[in-house]
C-alpha cells in the first residue's frame, strides 16, 4: 500500500553519494566493514522505508545493490501485476526525496515467482546479485530480505558458487516449536514465505546458503508506537513526514475494515539494519540480541519446517535489541534532516 509514484518528487537540493555522510558535523570513524545487498517488497508494507532509509544513512555498511523484488498475485498491499516495478519506482522516488544520487545500486527484480527448484526467473537483479557475490572482495557480504527470496534463489540457480560468498540474513517463516507459538488468527503461510515458497524452499532446502533468519514472532516485537511516529520520525521535516504518512494510510484502512485504530505499528524489517550496521565493535556480532543455533531445517509446501537434523547449521533469532535499532533510527533521521533543511547548518560542507 505505499504510494507508488507518478512521477519522482524533485530531487532535494542537498545532494549526496553513498559513501559520504555529509550531514554528521563529526565525521564517520573508519571506512564501512560490510557489503549489503537489501532486496525488498517496497511497493508492499511501509515498514521497508523506513528500513531502506535506516540503512541509507549508516555510514558502516557498504550499500552494494538495492533490489525491488515482488509481491504475491492479488496481494492487499499492491495487487501488481508489476510488483516489482512499482516497487523500483518506490526506491527511486525515495533517493530523490533523500537526495541521494546513487541510483546506478537499484535494480528491478521478478515480477513473478520460481514455477519450480530448477528454474531460475530472470531479471536484472539476479544477474547483478551474482555480479556483486562474485567480486572479488574479501569484506563480508550480506544478502538481507524483508520480503520473499526469489531473487536470491535464481542467483543461487545461476551460480551455485554465491552460497560460499554471503551470509542472508531474512525476515520471515513461522514461528519454531519451543521457541514461539503464533498469534491470534496466524497467516497458516507466514507472510513474506507466502510470496514464493518455492524460492524459500530452493535457499532452505536446497542451498548451502548461510541463514540467520528473524521469524514472525521476533519481527512482531518492532513495534514502535503513534506518539513515537509523529514526535520522533513525522516531526523531523519533510522526509520523515513522508514516511509517517505512508504508516498512517495503512492505519486508515485497516481501522475502515475493522481491524484498528492501534497506537502501535510493527516496523517489521527495521531488524535487518540492527543485524549488520550496529554490530559490536569488538568480537563483531549482532551482540545485543538473542539468537540460537540449530540445524536448517526444509520447508514443505504449505510453509512449515521439516525437521533435517544432519544440515548446516543457522542462526535463529529470539528476541532483537529494539532500543538501539530504533533510538538510532531516530538520531540519524534528525540529524539527516537538519543538515536537509538548512543551507546554513554546516556552512563548510
Not at 519481527?219 to 514516511?243: F, H, N
Request: glycine fraction near 6%; charge should be negative; proline fraction near 8%.
Amino acid at each position: 500500500m505505499t504510494s507508488i509514484p507518478d512521477v519522482a518528487v524533485t530531487q532535494n537540493a542537498r545532494t549526496w553519494t553513498l559513501g559520504t555522510s555529509p550531514w554528521q558535523r563529526i565525521p564517520a570513524i573508519g571506512a564501512p566493514r560490510a557489503r549489503v545487498i537489501i532486496d525488498n517488497d517496497f511497493s508492499g508494507d511501509p515498514d521497508d522505508l523506513y528500513q531502506l532509509v535506516h540503512h541509507l544513512l549508516s555510514p558502516n555498511v557498504d550499500i552494494r545493490l538495492v533490489v525491488a523484488s515482488h509481491l504475491r498475485d492479488g496481494d492487499p498491499f499492491d495487487s501488481g501485476p508489476d510488483t516489482a516495478e512499482n516497487a523500483t519506482r518506490v526506491v527511486e522516488d525515495v533517493f530523490a526525496r533523500m537526495g541521494l544520487e546513487s541510483t546506478d545500486v537499484v535494480t528491478t527484480g521478478s515480477n513473478r515467482p520460481l514455477a519450480d527448484r530448477t528454474t531460475p526467473q530472470p531479471a536484472p537483479a539476479v544477474d547483478a546479485i551474482v555480479t556483486e557475490a562474485m567480486r572479488d572482495d574479501d569484506t563480508p557480504l550480506f544478502f538481507v530480505a524483508g520480503g520473499g527470496l526469489t531473487d536470491l534463489a535464481s542467483a543461487y540457480l545461476v551460480e551455485p558458487r554465491i552460497a560460499e560468498r554471503m551470509t542472508v540474513i531474512w525476515i520471515g517463516g513461522l514461528e519454531h516449536e519451543g521457541l514461539a507459538v503464533p498469534p491470534p488468527d496466524a497467516m497458516p503461510i507466514e507472510y513474506n514465505l507466502l510470496i514464493d515458497v518455492v524460492a524459500g524452499q530452493v535457499v532452505f532446502n536446497d542451498s548451502g546458503l548461510a541463514i540467520w533468519q528473524v521469524p514472525r514472532d521476533v519481527y512482531r516485537q518492532c513495534l514502535v508506537s503513534d506518539a513515537e511516529l509523529r514526535l520522533r520520525v513525522a516531526a523531523t521535516g519533510p522526509l520523515g513526514r513522508y514516511l509517517y504518512d505512508e504508516v498512517a494510510r495503512v492505519v486508515r484502512r485497516a481501522t475502515g475494515q475493522g481491524r484498528g485504530p492501534a497506537e502501535t505499528y510493527a516496523l517489521g524489517d527495521s531488524p535487518l539494519v540492527l543485524l549488520t550496521a550496529l554490530r559490536s565493535l569488538f568480537e563483531a556480532d549482532s551482540s545485543s540480541s538473542r539468537h540460537v543455533g540449530m540445524p536448517t531445517p526444509a520447508i514443505a509446501d504449505n510453509g512449515t519446517y521439516v525437521p533435517a537434523p544432519d544440515a548446516r547449521p543457522m542462526r535463529v533469532y529470539t528476541w532483537v535489541d529494539t532500543r538501539l535499532m530504533f533510538e538510532d533510527f531516530y538520531l540519524k533521521l534528525q540529524e539527516f534532516s537538519a543538515w536537509q533543511q538548512s543551507e546554513t547548518l554546516y556552512p563548510n560542507q
